[in-house]
């Protein structure tokens, strides 16, 4: 192993189970399962990334039982006899690598449209009722749905229990449903779910004490949240150090024992006057592990521009000290990869044998890729 890089290389507990290095893969969409459900492409596509020495693989997201939460063709759904039998192969042959894994809960709120399957008459939901051209097009959520949505992500998490999952991650960011009640430019309620910052990330709090009840306590609960979103990239949900205290401590009271700080660039302060990152702040405030995200070994930021094909994606290598300077002060505890595992599944292993200069570059065909 060339020593420069040994901070990465760190076996790491992660429940009951020890993750063999610090190197996480990020979720990414792949849209890749008709009706929802993991075939052999994403088995394939799971396994090589394992294969290539990455310590957990955070799946893409997946969505859980309940009638809005799908808003995008071929995702895959973590309910259903066919698509669980689909991840427990896939989870069979990312073990077999010796390598962990945990599926992403997903529901998109808010960005769900009517028209979207399985029910194209179901509109998102949302904190608040949107109406366009005299259709409702986001539900203003009431007390039963919060019932219904929380039951459901319990049944998805008892279900990645059962099949094998080693853990999993809830989706908290991006402007999706969590995401959307915790900021104040999409909620505006007035009952406990809203108003104050305490009052908004209650629904986010709630999710994670009823899943934390209903699996066992050596199962990890790693939260993903991020200031960003997809319309609006200098958005913030959360303004201060004390503010992110308050956001921290409220949900590991519920169970959280992991945050994933999902930023574009890993390295820009998070707050006016130090020159911390969110992760870095997050790991201070929580006490708890945290991975650090945002164009890691890239010298460009992903940009939703990229994907609609209106900004060239290429991006070469950079820098890796910075990011393993963090990793080895202990101001984080692990490192995702999203884009850079698409372009070379093989990043662990070259990194850890120094072979650096045979990374493969990302570009546009990386985005396409299937396996």
Known sequence: MDTHYAALFAPMSFGS?????????SPMTRQLSPNGIPGQVNAA??????????????????????????GYADVPVMYGDEALNGWKTVVKQVHEYGT?????????????????GPDPLVP???????????????????????????EAYVQAAKNALDIGFDGIE????????????????????KDKYGGTFNNRIRLASEVVSAIREAT???????????????RDY??????????????????????????????????????????????????????????????????KAYAIAQLRGDEKPDAGRADLAPAIEL????????????????????????VYEGRLSEILPFDKSSMMTRI
């Open 17 to 25: 189970q020890m993750l063999k290095n610090r190197i996480v893969m």
């Open 45 to 70: 596509y799971y396994r090589r990334r394992a294969e290539g020495g990455v310590g957990l693989i955070i799946t893409e997201g997946v969505c859980i039982p309940h009638i809005a939460a799908n």
């Open 100 to 116: 962990l894994i945990i599926p992403q809960l997903w529901h998109v709120g808010p960005m769900r449209r009517p028209g979207i």
């Open 124 to 150: 998102g939901y949302g904190p608040m009722t949107i109406i366009d051209s005299g259709q409702t097009i986001v539900k203003g959520i009431d007390e039963k749905d919060i019932k219904d949505i929380i």
């Open 170 to 189: 809830i989706h908290g960011a991006h402007e999706y449903l969590l995401d959307s009640f915790i900021w104040q430019v999409t909620n505006q309620r």
């Open 216 to 230: 066992t306590p050596e199962f990890p609960i790693v939260f993903r949240f991020s200031q960003w979103k997809i």
């Open 234 to 299: 200098g958005a913030k949900i959360i303004e201060t150090p004390d503010q992110l205290e308050e956001f921290a401590i409220t949900l590991v009271k519920a169970g959280v024992d992991v945050f994933d700080v999902s930023t574009r660039r890993f390295w820009e302060p998070a707050f006016e006057g130090s020159p911390d990152s969110l992760a870095v702040w997050t790991r201070r405030l929580s006490g708890k592990p945290t991975i650090m995200v945002g164009s890691v070994g890239l010298d």
């Open 327 to 350: 990793l080895a002060s202990g101001s984080v505890d692990l490192v995702a990869l999203g884009r850079m595992l698409l372009a070379d599944p093989e990043w662990p292993t070259k």
